[in-house]
């Protein structure tokens, strides 16, 4: 019913910027907040930034002055600009997003993309 489809991720020297996109599709009738999430080998997924439907927004805070997350709801979309990368911000990176089906309105749930993998690496 819903999809969430990520792009953008990729191989990029440290210091270097990358953005990642993220489409949501599918029989959507709100998005409440959308985020990204990260997980890097044998460590746990984390949240990364996520941003509300008022456009509130809340980072971790070792990406705080690097990372900005925005949304364009015209398009259900989610961005998130990656400033300044370093070595230890390696991970695949899942989209998430807190929505509401035409078929369940008043019931949101959390859907996840594939993740999509970003290496920061010399």
């Known amino acids: 019913q819903v999809q969430l489809v990520e792009s953008g991720g990729g191989l990029v020297q440290p210091g270097k910027s990358l953005r990642l996109s993220c489409a949501a599709s599918?029989?959507?009738?709100?998005?409440?907040?959308m985020g990204w999430y990260r997980q890097a080998p044998g460590k746990q997924r984390e949240l990364v930034a996520t941003?509300?439907?008022?456009?509130?927004?809340n980072y971790k805070d070792s990406v705080k002055g690097r990372f900005t997350i925005s949304r364009d709801d015209a398009k259900n979309t989610v961005y998130l600009q990656m400033n300044s990368l370093k070595p230890e911000d390696t991970a695949v990176y899942y989209c998430?997003?807190?929505?509401?089906?035409?078929?369940?309105?008043?019931?949101?749930?959390?859907?996840w993309g594939q993740g999509t993998q970003v290496t920061v690496s010399s």
């Open positions: 998430n997003a807190f929505l509401a089906t035409v078929h369940a309105m008043s019931q949101a749930i959390n859907y």
């Open positions: 599918g029989s959507i009738f709100r998005i409440y907040v």
């Open positions: 941003i509300t439907s008022g456009g509130s927004t």
